[in-house]
Protein backbone atom coordinates (compact mmCIF):
# COMPACT_ATOMS: atom_id res chain seq x y z
CA UNK A 1 0.00 0.00 0.00
CA UNK A 2 1.70 3.11 -0.80
CA UNK A 3 0.69 6.27 0.80
CA UNK A 4 -1.41 7.82 -1.72
CA UNK A 5 -4.24 4.79 -1.40
CA UNK A 6 -5.19 5.80 2.29
CA UNK A 7 -8.16 7.87 3.06
CA UNK A 8 -8.80 9.45 6.24
CA UNK A 9 -11.57 11.39 8.39
CA UNK A 10 -10.29 14.34 10.79
CA UNK A 11 -10.66 11.83 13.52
CA UNK A 12 -8.30 9.46 12.38
CA UNK A 13 -5.78 12.01 11.11
CA UNK A 14 -5.65 13.41 14.59
CA UNK A 15 -5.40 9.59 16.09
CA UNK A 16 -2.99 9.17 13.87
CA UNK A 17 -0.95 12.02 14.33
CA UNK A 18 -1.29 11.39 18.50
CA UNK A 19 0.66 8.71 17.72
CA UNK A 20 3.75 10.11 16.23
CA UNK A 21 3.85 12.50 19.30
CA UNK A 22 3.26 10.07 21.71
CA UNK A 23 6.22 8.37 19.89
CA UNK A 24 8.61 11.29 20.79
CA UNK A 25 8.03 13.18 17.51
CA UNK A 26 8.15 16.79 18.47
CA UNK A 27 5.08 18.74 17.50
CA UNK A 28 7.05 21.58 16.57
CA UNK A 29 9.72 19.22 14.62
CA UNK A 30 6.47 17.94 12.64
CA UNK A 31 5.18 21.37 12.02
CA UNK A 32 8.52 22.39 10.51
CA UNK A 33 9.05 19.61 8.65
CA UNK A 34 5.35 19.86 7.33
CA UNK A 35 6.11 23.60 6.47
CA UNK A 36 9.58 23.14 4.77
CA UNK A 37 7.82 20.16 2.51
CA UNK A 38 5.10 22.60 1.53
CA UNK A 39 7.50 25.39 0.42
CA UNK A 40 9.38 23.19 -1.57
CA UNK A 41 6.98 21.82 -3.51
CA UNK A 42 5.16 25.44 -3.77
CA UNK A 43 8.56 26.90 -5.49
CA UNK A 44 8.35 23.73 -8.28
CA UNK A 45 4.54 24.94 -8.65
CA UNK A 46 4.88 28.10 -8.70
CA UNK A 47 7.88 28.22 -11.52
CA UNK A 48 5.55 26.45 -13.74
CA UNK A 49 2.56 29.19 -12.56
CA UNK A 50 4.60 32.08 -13.27
CA UNK A 51 4.72 30.82 -17.06
CA UNK A 52 0.71 31.12 -17.45
CA UNK A 53 -0.17 34.37 -15.29
CA UNK A 54 0.77 38.03 -15.08
CA UNK A 55 2.92 39.38 -12.49
CA UNK A 56 2.30 42.22 -10.75
CA UNK A 57 4.68 44.55 -11.52
CA UNK A 58 6.62 44.72 -8.00
CA UNK A 59 8.19 41.42 -9.86
CA UNK A 60 11.65 41.43 -10.29
CA UNK A 61 12.07 38.55 -12.07
CA UNK A 62 13.46 35.04 -10.60
CA UNK A 63 11.85 33.06 -7.62
CA UNK A 64 11.94 35.82 -5.33
CA UNK A 65 9.97 39.18 -6.30
CA UNK A 66 7.01 37.76 -6.24
CA UNK A 67 4.52 39.50 -4.14
CA UNK A 68 2.63 36.24 -1.36
CA UNK A 69 -0.14 36.90 0.96
CA UNK A 70 0.28 34.62 3.62
CA UNK A 71 -3.45 33.59 5.20
CA UNK A 72 -2.47 32.22 8.53
CA UNK A 73 -5.38 30.93 11.26
CA UNK A 74 -5.42 30.26 14.95
CA UNK A 75 -4.25 26.75 15.43
CA UNK A 76 -1.62 24.18 13.37
CA UNK A 77 -2.85 25.08 10.14
CA UNK A 78 -1.76 28.63 10.94
CA UNK A 79 1.17 27.51 12.71
CA UNK A 80 1.80 25.42 8.64
CA UNK A 81 1.45 28.98 6.79
CA UNK A 82 4.11 30.28 8.95
CA UNK A 83 6.61 28.44 8.32
CA UNK A 84 5.81 28.47 4.90
CA UNK A 85 6.07 32.27 5.25
CA UNK A 86 8.99 32.10 6.69
CA UNK A 87 11.00 30.04 4.18
CA UNK A 88 9.36 31.95 1.75
CA UNK A 89 10.55 35.34 3.05
CA UNK A 90 14.34 33.68 3.11
CA UNK A 91 13.85 32.97 -0.37
CA UNK A 92 13.82 36.46 -1.65
CA UNK A 93 9.76 36.41 -1.86
CA UNK A 94 7.91 39.95 -0.47
CA UNK A 95 5.80 37.93 1.97
CA UNK A 96 2.72 39.55 4.10
CA UNK A 97 0.16 37.88 6.69
CA UNK A 98 -3.32 38.32 7.40
CA UNK A 99 -4.12 36.87 10.69
CA UNK A 100 -7.63 38.17 12.42
CA UNK A 101 -7.58 35.94 15.16
CA UNK A 102 -7.19 37.01 18.73
CA UNK A 103 -6.37 33.74 20.21
CA UNK A 104 -3.57 31.39 18.83
CA UNK A 105 -2.56 28.23 19.51
CA UNK A 106 1.12 28.38 21.46
CA UNK A 107 3.67 26.99 18.46
CA UNK A 108 1.31 29.49 16.53
CA UNK A 109 1.84 32.67 18.41
CA UNK A 110 5.45 32.11 18.20
CA UNK A 111 5.74 31.44 14.97
CA UNK A 112 4.29 34.44 14.38
CA UNK A 113 6.12 36.42 16.60
CA UNK A 114 9.05 35.32 14.74
CA UNK A 115 7.49 36.33 11.90
CA UNK A 116 7.24 39.66 13.55
CA UNK A 117 10.54 40.02 14.47
CA UNK A 118 11.52 39.65 10.40
CA UNK A 119 10.26 42.67 9.68
CA UNK A 120 7.22 40.36 7.75
CA UNK A 121 4.35 42.76 7.94
CA UNK A 122 1.31 41.74 9.53
CA UNK A 123 -2.05 43.05 9.27
CA UNK A 124 -5.52 42.12 10.79
CA UNK A 125 -7.96 44.24 8.90
CA UNK A 126 -8.48 43.64 5.42
CA UNK A 127 -8.62 46.62 4.06
CA UNK A 128 -5.07 47.27 5.20
CA UNK A 129 -4.07 44.35 2.97
CA UNK A 130 -1.20 45.08 -0.29
CA UNK A 131 -2.03 43.43 -3.58
CA UNK A 132 0.26 40.00 -3.82
CA UNK A 133 0.17 37.71 -6.86
CA UNK A 134 -1.40 34.73 -5.08
CA UNK A 135 -2.07 33.24 -1.37
CA UNK A 136 -1.54 30.82 1.22
CA UNK A 137 -4.72 29.59 2.52
CA UNK A 138 -3.88 28.08 6.00
CA UNK A 139 -6.37 29.56 8.18
CA UNK A 140 -8.03 26.06 8.70
CA UNK A 141 -6.74 22.73 8.10
CA UNK A 142 -8.81 19.56 10.09
CA UNK A 143 -9.42 21.59 12.81
CA UNK A 144 -12.74 23.11 11.23
CA UNK A 145 -15.47 22.37 13.85
CA UNK A 146 -18.37 24.41 12.74
CA UNK A 147 -19.78 26.74 10.12
CA UNK A 148 -17.18 29.93 9.30
CA UNK A 149 -19.03 33.22 9.87
CA UNK A 150 -18.60 36.78 10.40
CA UNK A 151 -15.55 38.52 9.08
CA UNK A 152 -13.84 34.92 8.51
CA UNK A 153 -16.18 34.44 6.40
CA UNK A 154 -16.07 37.90 5.24
CA UNK A 155 -12.62 37.36 4.49
CA UNK A 156 -12.46 34.29 2.77
CA UNK A 157 -14.76 36.01 0.41
CA UNK A 158 -12.91 38.87 -0.47
CA UNK A 159 -9.74 36.40 -0.92
CA UNK A 160 -12.16 35.01 -3.13
CA UNK A 161 -13.00 38.08 -5.01
CA UNK A 162 -9.33 38.80 -5.83
CA UNK A 163 -8.90 35.91 -8.41
CA UNK A 164 -5.67 35.67 -8.12
CA UNK A 165 -3.78 31.99 -7.41
CA UNK A 166 -4.71 30.06 -3.70
CA UNK A 167 -2.34 27.32 -2.34
CA UNK A 168 -4.53 26.05 0.20
CA UNK A 169 -2.44 24.20 3.09
CA UNK A 170 -4.09 20.48 3.92
CA UNK A 171 -7.47 21.85 2.76
CA UNK A 172 -9.06 24.33 1.31
CA UNK A 173 -10.26 26.55 4.13
CA UNK A 174 -14.37 25.83 5.08
CA UNK A 175 -14.42 22.27 3.79
CA UNK A 176 -15.30 19.41 6.08
CA UNK A 177 -12.80 17.36 6.14
CA UNK A 178 -15.00 14.33 6.26
CA UNK A 179 -17.76 15.33 3.67
CA UNK A 180 -16.09 17.94 1.66
CA UNK A 181 -19.25 19.92 2.34
CA UNK A 182 -18.89 24.08 2.77
CA UNK A 183 -19.04 25.12 6.42
CA UNK A 184 -20.18 28.63 5.48
CA UNK A 185 -17.91 29.85 3.23
CA UNK A 186 -14.56 28.07 1.79
CA UNK A 187 -11.76 29.24 -0.26
CA UNK A 188 -11.27 28.29 -3.67
CA UNK A 189 -8.22 26.90 -4.22
CA UNK A 190 -5.81 26.72 -7.31
CA UNK A 191 -3.80 24.35 -5.39
CA UNK A 192 -4.27 22.04 -2.43
CA UNK A 193 -1.34 20.53 -0.81
CA UNK A 194 -3.24 17.88 1.20
CA UNK A 195 -1.04 17.08 4.50
CA UNK A 196 -0.01 13.16 4.99
CA UNK A 197 -3.22 11.10 4.00
CA UNK A 198 -5.70 11.90 1.53
CA UNK A 199 -8.85 13.47 3.66
CA UNK A 200 -12.42 11.97 2.81
CA UNK A 201 -13.73 15.16 2.11
CA UNK A 202 -11.33 16.09 -0.50
CA UNK A 203 -12.78 12.76 -2.52
CA UNK A 204 -15.84 13.64 -2.59
CA UNK A 205 -18.08 15.48 -6.07
CA UNK A 206 -18.96 18.14 -3.73
CA UNK A 207 -15.57 19.09 -2.94
CA UNK A 208 -14.18 19.13 -6.51
CA UNK A 209 -15.11 23.12 -7.34
CA UNK A 210 -12.29 24.22 -4.23
CA UNK A 211 -9.61 21.89 -4.59
CA UNK A 212 -7.88 22.89 -7.56
CA UNK A 213 -5.17 20.15 -8.50
CA UNK A 214 -4.75 18.58 -5.52
CA UNK A 215 -1.33 17.12 -4.12
CA UNK A 216 -0.46 14.81 -1.25
CA UNK A 217 2.74 16.19 0.78
CA UNK A 218 4.42 12.71 2.00
CA UNK A 219 5.88 13.60 5.72
CA UNK A 220 6.98 9.97 6.26
CA UNK A 221 4.07 9.20 8.60
CA UNK A 222 4.99 5.32 9.62
CA UNK A 223 2.81 2.37 8.01
CA UNK A 224 2.62 0.77 11.84
CA UNK A 225 0.84 4.09 12.42
CA UNK A 226 -1.54 4.48 9.91
CA UNK A 227 -2.89 0.26 10.26
CA UNK A 228 -2.79 0.96 13.64
CA UNK A 229 -5.72 3.75 13.39
CA UNK A 230 -7.30 2.53 10.43
CA UNK A 231 -7.14 -1.39 10.62
CA UNK A 232 -5.26 -4.02 8.39
CA UNK A 233 -7.58 -4.00 6.13
CA UNK A 234 -8.76 -0.36 5.37
CA UNK A 235 -11.77 0.43 4.13
CA UNK A 236 -12.18 3.38 1.97
CA UNK A 237 -9.39 3.88 -0.55
CA UNK A 238 -8.00 5.65 -3.48
CA UNK A 239 -7.25 4.05 -6.69
CA UNK A 240 -3.71 4.35 -7.64
CA UNK A 241 -1.32 3.05 -10.71
CA UNK A 242 -0.14 0.67 -8.09
CA UNK A 243 -3.06 -0.93 -7.61
CA UNK A 244 -3.75 -1.15 -11.19
CA UNK A 245 -0.84 -3.00 -12.18
CA UNK A 246 -1.24 -5.66 -9.58
CA UNK A 247 -4.52 -6.40 -10.89
CA UNK A 248 -4.19 -6.15 -14.67
CA UNK A 249 -1.44 -9.06 -14.05
CA UNK A 250 1.48 -7.80 -16.23
CA UNK A 251 3.63 -8.80 -18.10
CA UNK A 252 2.03 -11.32 -19.78
CA UNK A 253 3.58 -14.80 -19.01
CA UNK A 254 5.87 -15.65 -22.39
CA UNK A 255 3.81 -19.33 -22.24
CA UNK A 256 0.38 -17.68 -22.76
CA UNK A 257 -2.15 -18.24 -25.14
CA UNK A 258 -5.12 -17.02 -26.42
CA UNK A 259 -7.32 -19.60 -24.32
CA UNK A 260 -5.42 -18.83 -20.98
CA UNK A 261 -6.28 -15.17 -21.57
CA UNK A 262 -9.98 -15.01 -21.37
CA UNK A 263 -13.13 -15.30 -23.17
CA UNK A 264 -15.71 -12.51 -22.75
CA UNK A 265 -18.79 -12.70 -24.01
CA UNK A 266 -20.35 -9.18 -25.01
CA UNK A 267 -24.24 -9.06 -25.41
CA UNK A 268 -24.90 -5.41 -26.40
CA UNK A 269 -26.36 -3.26 -29.79
CA UNK A 270 -29.41 -3.31 -31.36
CA UNK A 271 -30.71 -2.16 -34.70
CA UNK A 272 -31.50 1.36 -33.34
CA UNK A 273 -28.01 1.58 -31.34
CA UNK A 274 -25.27 -0.67 -33.28
CA UNK A 275 -22.76 2.05 -31.91
CA UNK A 276 -23.05 1.21 -28.18
CA UNK A 277 -22.14 -2.75 -29.60
CA UNK A 278 -18.80 -0.66 -31.73
CA UNK A 279 -17.77 1.21 -28.65
CA UNK A 280 -18.02 -1.98 -26.18
CA UNK A 281 -16.31 -3.89 -28.55
CA UNK A 282 -13.30 -1.72 -29.05
CA UNK A 283 -13.70 -1.23 -25.11
CA UNK A 284 -12.96 -4.73 -24.26
CA UNK A 285 -9.95 -4.60 -27.60
CA UNK A 286 -7.93 -2.45 -25.34
CA UNK A 287 -7.98 -5.19 -22.08
CA UNK A 288 -6.08 -7.37 -23.91
CA UNK A 289 -8.41 -10.44 -23.64
CA UNK A 290 -7.69 -13.27 -25.30
CA UNK A 291 -11.20 -14.14 -27.16
CA UNK A 292 -13.91 -11.93 -27.66
CA UNK A 293 -17.21 -13.07 -28.98
CA UNK A 294 -20.06 -9.90 -29.11
CA UNK A 295 -23.80 -11.28 -29.17
CA UNK A 296 -26.19 -8.52 -31.38
CA UNK A 297 -28.83 -8.89 -33.46
CA UNK A 298 -28.67 -10.89 -36.87
CA UNK A 299 -29.32 -7.07 -38.55
CA UNK A 300 -25.99 -5.03 -37.29
CA UNK A 301 -23.81 -8.29 -37.48
CA UNK A 302 -21.91 -7.13 -40.98
CA UNK A 303 -21.21 -3.82 -38.95
CA UNK A 304 -19.65 -5.33 -35.92
CA UNK A 305 -17.49 -7.73 -38.31
CA UNK A 306 -16.23 -4.57 -39.94
CA UNK A 307 -14.94 -2.94 -37.08
CA UNK A 308 -14.16 -5.49 -34.83
CA UNK A 309 -12.70 -8.24 -37.16
CA UNK A 310 -11.10 -10.10 -34.34
CA UNK A 311 -14.20 -10.53 -32.68
CA UNK A 312 -16.29 -13.92 -33.02
CA UNK A 313 -20.01 -11.74 -33.79
CA UNK A 314 -22.93 -14.14 -33.10
CA UNK A 315 -25.86 -12.69 -35.09
CA UNK A 316 -29.47 -13.34 -32.69
CA UNK A 317 -32.52 -13.17 -33.75
CA UNK A 318 -34.53 -10.34 -33.42
CA UNK A 319 -37.67 -8.64 -31.86
CA UNK A 320 -39.96 -6.14 -34.55
CA UNK A 321 -37.88 -3.62 -32.99
CA UNK A 322 -34.46 -4.77 -33.86
CA UNK A 323 -33.62 -6.01 -30.73
CA UNK A 324 -31.85 -9.29 -29.71
CA UNK A 325 -35.40 -11.84 -29.06
CA UNK A 326 -32.60 -14.29 -27.69
CA UNK A 327 -29.02 -15.76 -27.62
CA UNK A 328 -28.46 -17.92 -30.35
CA UNK A 329 -24.72 -19.43 -29.19
CA UNK A 330 -22.52 -21.53 -31.91
CA UNK A 331 -22.73 -25.15 -31.53
CA UNK A 332 -21.49 -26.78 -28.14
CA UNK A 333 -21.25 -23.81 -26.48
CA UNK A 334 -23.28 -22.21 -23.80
CA UNK A 335 -23.08 -19.69 -21.25
CA UNK A 336 -20.42 -21.04 -19.11
CA UNK A 337 -18.11 -21.60 -21.94
CA UNK A 338 -17.40 -17.96 -21.48
CA UNK A 339 -15.01 -16.97 -18.86
CA UNK A 340 -16.99 -13.59 -18.02
CA UNK A 341 -19.94 -12.23 -19.40
CA UNK A 342 -20.89 -7.89 -20.32
CA UNK A 343 -24.31 -7.18 -20.84
CA UNK A 344 -26.36 -3.99 -21.65
CA UNK A 345 -24.77 -1.22 -24.26
CA UNK A 346 -27.70 -0.83 -26.59
CA UNK A 347 -29.70 -3.63 -25.98
CA UNK A 348 -33.09 -1.70 -25.45
CA UNK A 349 -35.72 -2.86 -22.82
CA UNK A 350 -36.84 -5.09 -25.21
CA UNK A 351 -34.31 -7.21 -24.15
CA UNK A 352 -35.41 -8.49 -20.71
CA UNK A 353 -35.07 -12.28 -21.42
CA UNK A 354 -31.56 -12.00 -22.22
CA UNK A 355 -30.79 -10.65 -18.96
CA UNK A 356 -32.68 -12.99 -16.69
CA UNK A 357 -31.10 -15.77 -19.09
CA UNK A 358 -27.53 -14.40 -18.08
CA UNK A 359 -28.58 -13.29 -14.41
CA UNK A 360 -29.53 -17.18 -14.16
CA UNK A 361 -25.91 -18.22 -15.45
CA UNK A 362 -23.23 -18.99 -13.32
CA UNK A 363 -21.13 -17.18 -15.16
CA UNK A 364 -19.16 -13.87 -13.56
CA UNK A 365 -21.51 -10.79 -15.08
CA UNK A 366 -21.46 -7.09 -15.77
CA UNK A 367 -24.91 -5.17 -16.13
CA UNK A 368 -24.44 -1.50 -18.06
CA UNK A 369 -27.13 0.37 -19.27
CA UNK A 370 -30.34 -0.97 -20.35
CA UNK A 371 -29.27 -4.28 -18.84
CA UNK A 372 -29.44 -1.90 -15.41
CA UNK A 373 -32.98 -0.91 -16.66
CA UNK A 374 -34.10 -3.95 -17.28
CA UNK A 375 -32.93 -5.31 -13.84
CA UNK A 376 -34.97 -2.27 -11.97
CA UNK A 377 -37.81 -3.43 -14.07
CA UNK A 378 -37.56 -7.03 -12.77
CA UNK A 379 -36.66 -6.12 -9.07
CA UNK A 380 -33.39 -5.49 -8.34
CA UNK A 381 -32.63 -6.94 -5.11
CA UNK A 382 -35.28 -10.55 -5.44
CA UNK A 383 -33.36 -10.95 -9.04
CA UNK A 384 -30.22 -11.25 -7.34
CA UNK A 385 -31.03 -12.77 -4.86
CA UNK A 386 -30.58 -15.92 -6.38
CA UNK A 387 -26.86 -15.44 -8.49
CA UNK A 388 -24.03 -17.06 -6.45
CA UNK A 389 -21.30 -15.81 -9.14
CA UNK A 390 -19.76 -12.40 -9.16
CA UNK A 391 -21.95 -9.62 -10.56
CA UNK A 392 -21.13 -6.10 -10.98
CA UNK A 393 -23.45 -3.08 -11.57
CA UNK A 394 -21.94 -0.03 -13.07
CA UNK A 395 -24.79 2.61 -13.05
CA UNK A 396 -24.28 6.36 -13.16
CA UNK A 397 -27.02 8.01 -11.07
CA UNK A 398 -29.73 7.86 -13.22
CA UNK A 399 -29.46 4.35 -13.38
CA UNK A 400 -28.63 4.23 -9.54
CA UNK A 401 -31.74 5.74 -8.60
CA UNK A 402 -33.82 3.47 -10.60
CA UNK A 403 -32.20 -0.03 -9.22
CA UNK A 404 -32.62 1.52 -5.57
CA UNK A 405 -34.95 4.34 -5.54
CA UNK A 406 -34.92 4.17 -1.20
CA UNK A 407 -30.75 4.89 -1.30
CA UNK A 408 -29.91 8.64 -1.40
CA UNK A 409 -27.10 9.00 -3.90
CA UNK A 410 -25.21 12.16 -2.71
CA UNK A 411 -23.33 10.59 -0.04
CA UNK A 412 -21.50 8.37 -2.64
CA UNK A 413 -19.84 5.90 -0.50
CA UNK A 414 -22.26 5.37 1.66
CA UNK A 415 -24.80 4.57 -1.30
CA UNK A 416 -22.35 2.40 -2.91
CA UNK A 417 -21.88 1.07 0.23
CA UNK A 418 -25.30 -0.09 0.90
CA UNK A 419 -26.46 -0.86 -2.50
CA UNK A 420 -23.11 -3.58 -2.33
CA UNK A 421 -24.20 -5.25 0.47
CA UNK A 422 -28.19 -5.04 -0.61
CA UNK A 423 -27.65 -6.68 -4.09
CA UNK A 424 -24.20 -8.93 -3.07
CA UNK A 425 -22.62 -7.34 -6.13
CA UNK A 426 -19.78 -5.05 -6.58
CA UNK A 427 -21.51 -1.77 -7.77
CA UNK A 428 -19.94 1.25 -9.13
CA UNK A 429 -21.48 4.83 -9.20
CA UNK A 430 -20.21 6.70 -12.23
CA UNK A 431 -19.12 10.48 -11.39
CA UNK A 432 -16.34 12.94 -11.24
CA UNK A 433 -15.55 10.53 -8.56
CA UNK A 434 -16.48 7.56 -9.04
CA UNK A 435 -17.54 5.34 -6.10
CA UNK A 436 -16.85 1.38 -6.16
CA UNK A 437 -17.56 -0.80 -3.43
CA UNK A 438 -17.70 -4.42 -2.54
CA UNK A 439 -20.50 -6.47 -0.34
CA UNK A 440 -18.11 -6.04 2.27
CA UNK A 441 -17.97 -2.22 2.16
CA UNK A 442 -15.09 -1.72 1.02
CA UNK A 443 -14.28 1.28 -1.52
CA UNK A 444 -12.47 2.15 -3.79
CA UNK A 445 -12.76 5.70 -4.95
CA UNK A 446 -11.21 7.50 -8.36
CA UNK A 447 -9.50 10.61 -7.56
CA UNK A 448 -8.38 11.48 -11.27
CA UNK A 449 -10.85 11.81 -13.53
CA UNK A 450 -12.07 14.88 -16.68
CA UNK A 451 -15.33 16.15 -17.44
CA UNK A 452 -14.28 15.24 -21.01
CA UNK A 453 -15.81 11.68 -20.26
CA UNK A 454 -19.36 12.94 -19.85
CA UNK A 455 -20.50 12.19 -23.31
CA UNK A 456 -22.48 9.56 -24.92
CA UNK A 457 -20.77 6.04 -25.24
CA UNK A 458 -18.00 6.53 -23.02
CA UNK A 459 -19.91 4.20 -20.61
CA UNK A 460 -20.16 1.34 -23.34
CA UNK A 461 -16.02 2.02 -23.45
CA UNK A 462 -15.72 1.20 -20.03
CA UNK A 463 -18.34 -2.33 -19.99
CA UNK A 464 -16.12 -3.38 -22.81
CA UNK A 465 -12.87 -2.48 -20.92
CA UNK A 466 -14.28 -3.92 -17.34
CA UNK A 467 -15.73 -6.86 -18.89
CA UNK A 468 -12.34 -7.63 -20.71
CA UNK A 469 -10.30 -7.21 -17.69
CA UNK A 470 -12.51 -9.46 -15.74
CA UNK A 471 -12.42 -12.62 -18.68
CA UNK A 472 -9.06 -12.28 -18.29
CA UNK A 473 -8.17 -12.17 -14.50
CA UNK A 474 -11.20 -13.95 -13.03
CA UNK A 475 -9.41 -17.58 -12.52
CA UNK A 476 -6.17 -15.48 -11.14
CA UNK A 477 -7.49 -15.39 -6.89
CA UNK A 478 -7.87 -11.46 -7.70
CA UNK A 479 -10.78 -9.40 -5.81
CA UNK A 480 -13.02 -8.24 -7.85
CA UNK A 481 -13.58 -4.66 -6.75
CA UNK A 482 -9.92 -4.16 -7.90
CA UNK A 483 -11.25 -5.50 -11.06
CA UNK A 484 -13.57 -2.75 -11.28
CA UNK A 485 -11.60 -0.12 -9.62
CA UNK A 486 -8.43 -0.97 -12.65
CA UNK A 487 -11.16 -0.35 -15.05
CA UNK A 488 -12.60 2.74 -13.92
CA UNK A 489 -8.67 4.07 -13.53
CA UNK A 490 -7.57 2.90 -17.09
CA UNK A 491 -10.82 4.58 -18.77
CA UNK A 492 -9.94 8.01 -17.16
CA UNK A 493 -6.75 8.16 -17.27
CA UNK A 494 -7.51 7.64 -21.45
CA UNK A 495 -9.24 10.14 -21.26
CA UNK A 496 -7.19 12.42 -18.89
CA UNK A 497 -4.25 12.28 -21.32
CA UNK A 498 -7.14 12.48 -24.86
CA UNK A 499 -7.42 16.04 -23.26
CA UNK A 500 -4.25 16.58 -23.07
CA UNK A 501 -3.55 16.09 -26.75
CA UNK A 502 -7.62 16.99 -27.87
CA UNK A 503 -8.99 19.01 -25.29
CA UNK A 504 -12.10 18.53 -23.22
CA UNK A 505 -13.97 18.68 -26.34
CA UNK A 506 -12.15 16.36 -28.52
CA UNK A 507 -12.96 13.11 -26.37
CA UNK A 508 -15.98 11.62 -28.05
CA UNK A 509 -16.30 7.58 -26.89
CA UNK A 510 -14.20 6.69 -29.98
CA UNK A 511 -11.66 8.58 -29.63
CA UNK A 512 -11.20 7.40 -26.13
CA UNK A 513 -10.45 3.59 -27.10
CA UNK A 514 -7.93 4.59 -29.25
CA UNK A 515 -6.54 6.44 -26.36
CA UNK A 516 -6.47 3.28 -23.73
CA UNK A 517 -3.69 1.63 -24.99
CA UNK A 518 -0.95 4.81 -25.51
CA UNK A 519 -2.24 5.39 -21.71
CA UNK A 520 -1.35 2.37 -20.66
CA UNK A 521 2.09 2.10 -22.33
CA UNK A 522 2.80 5.75 -21.14
CA UNK A 523 2.14 4.36 -17.63
CA UNK A 524 4.14 1.00 -17.62
CA UNK A 525 7.15 3.49 -18.58
CA UNK A 526 6.23 5.69 -15.76
CA UNK A 527 6.11 3.18 -13.60
CA UNK A 528 9.04 0.58 -14.71
N1 LIG B 1 -1.63 18.07 14.81
C1 LIG B 1 -0.45 18.68 14.58
O1 LIG B 1 0.31 19.03 15.43
C2 LIG B 1 -0.11 19.03 13.22
C3 LIG B 1 -1.14 19.43 12.37
N2 LIG B 1 -0.85 19.90 11.17
C4 LIG B 1 -1.62 21.01 10.65
O2 LIG B 1 -2.54 21.51 11.60
C5 LIG B 1 -3.88 21.35 11.14
C6 LIG B 1 -4.75 20.89 12.26
O3 LIG B 1 -4.48 21.81 13.27
P1 LIG B 1 -5.55 22.19 14.39
O4 LIG B 1 -4.90 23.18 15.25
O5 LIG B 1 -6.07 20.94 14.98
O6 LIG B 1 -6.77 22.86 13.67
P2 LIG B 1 -6.86 23.88 12.49
O7 LIG B 1 -5.61 24.69 12.37
O8 LIG B 1 -7.32 23.17 11.28
O9 LIG B 1 -8.08 24.79 13.03
C7 LIG B 1 -7.82 25.95 13.61
C8 LIG B 1 -8.56 26.20 14.91
O10 LIG B 1 -9.66 27.01 14.54
C9 LIG B 1 -10.71 26.89 15.47
N3 LIG B 1 -11.91 26.78 14.67
C10 LIG B 1 -12.49 25.67 14.20
N4 LIG B 1 -13.58 25.97 13.47
C11 LIG B 1 -13.68 27.33 13.49
C12 LIG B 1 -14.58 28.27 12.90
N5 LIG B 1 -15.62 27.87 12.16
N6 LIG B 1 -14.41 29.58 13.13
C13 LIG B 1 -13.34 30.00 13.86
N7 LIG B 1 -12.42 29.18 14.45
C14 LIG B 1 -12.61 27.87 14.25
C15 LIG B 1 -10.42 25.65 16.29
O11 LIG B 1 -10.19 26.07 17.59
C16 LIG B 1 -9.14 25.08 15.66
O12 LIG B 1 -8.24 24.68 16.65
C17 LIG B 1 -3.80 20.39 10.02
O13 LIG B 1 -4.80 20.66 9.05
C18 LIG B 1 -2.41 20.66 9.46
O14 LIG B 1 -2.45 21.79 8.62
C19 LIG B 1 0.55 19.86 10.70
O15 LIG B 1 0.56 19.64 9.34
C20 LIG B 1 1.34 18.74 11.33
C21 LIG B 1 1.30 18.91 12.79
K1 LIG C 1 -6.22 25.52 4.80
Known amino acids: MTKEQFVVTAAQMRDIEGRIFAAGMPVAALMEKVGRLISDSFARHWQRLQSIIPLSPLFQGGLGGSNVGILAGPGHNGGDALVVARELHFQGYQVWIYQPFAKLKELTSQHLQYAQNLGIPCFTELAELPSCDFLIDGLFGFGLEREITGNIAEAINHFNDWNKPIFSIDLPSGLHTDTGEVLGTAIRATHTFCLGLWKQGLLQEQALEYIGQAELIDFDIPLADIHAILGEVTKIKRITKTTVFDTLSLPLSPTTHKYKSGHLLLISGSKRYAGGAILTGLGARASGVGMLSIAVPESI?????????????????????????????????????????????????????????????????????????????????????????????????????????????????????????????????????????????????????????????????????????????VNKQVNIEDVVAAAAWWHSQGGILAVKERTELGVDAFTLTQYLIRVLKLSIEDIL
Open 301 to 473: KPLLISHLPEALIIGCPETETGAISHLQLPPNTDLSSFNAIACGPGLTTDATPIIEQVINSDVPLILDADGLNILAQLGTISTLQKRQNTTILTPHTGEFHRLFPDINYQDRVKAVQTAASQTGAVVLLKGARTAISNPEGVVWINAESTPALARGGSGDVLTGLMGGILARV
